[in-house]
């Protein structure tokens, strides 16, 4: 006996269009499907994940979607990682919450040698 899989995993989950009469199911949004609107989609997903992040943390989290996309323009973007020289989002000063003022985009070396620097100065 071969296993079958329940759904077909290539085809996307919203395909262009509107939905047949009857179906259940959202509209799909055609802006979602050129290159930029998955871009535009990542952008916002991440800035969800990192604000939800902080509020799990107890932190303070006042940058707006549209100040997150001021932060990470096209450029920028497709340089994040989790590699050493990635670029990465990080906090001037560590007491306070993520604002505007209080973040600036770094490499992970620079990022990963502050928090070293910053836990050994707390032992």
Same mark, same amino acid.
Not at 2 to 21: C, D, F, H, I, S
Not at 42 to 60: L, V
């Given at each position: 006996?071969?296993?079958?899989?329940?759904? $077909?995993?290539?085809?996307? @989950?919203?395909?262009?269009?509107?939905?047949?009469?009857?179906?259940?199911?959202?509209?799909?949004?055609?802006?979602?499907?050129?290159?930029?609107?998955? %871009?535009?989609?990542?952008?916002?997903?991440?800035?969800?994940?990192?604000?939800?992040?902080?509020?799990? *943390?107890?932190?303070?989290?006042?940058?707006?979607?549209?100040?997150?996309?001021?932060?990470?323009?096209?450029?920028?973007?497709?340089?994040?990682?989790?590699?050493?020289?990635?670029?990465?989002?990080?906090?001037?000063? %560590?007491?306070?919450?993520?604002? %505007?003022?209080?973040?600036?985009?770094?490499? *992970?070396? %620079?990022?990963?040698? *502050? $928090? @070293?620097?910053?836990?050994?100065? $707390?032992?």
């Amino acid at each position: 006996m071969t296993y079958q899989p329940k759904y $077909n995993v290539v085809q996307a @989950k919203y395909p262009p269009g509107k939905r047949p009469e009857g179906t259940q199911g959202v509209y799909a949004n055609p802006e979602f499907y050129t290159p930029q609107g998955r %871009i535009d989609q990542d952008i916002k997903y991440a800035w969800m994940k990192h604000r939800s992040q902080a509020a799990y *943390r107890g932190e303070d989290h006042t940058i707006t979607l549209e100040e997150w996309r001021s932060l990470w323009p096209n450029d920028t973007w497709f340089q994040r990682g989790r590699g050493v020289d990635s670029l990465c989002l990080s906090k001037l000063d %560590i007491e306070s919450g993520w604002s %505007i003022d209080n973040v600036e985009i770094c490499t *992970r070396r %620079i990022h990963l040698k *502050r $928090n @070293k620097e910053f836990r050994d100065a $707390n032992r």
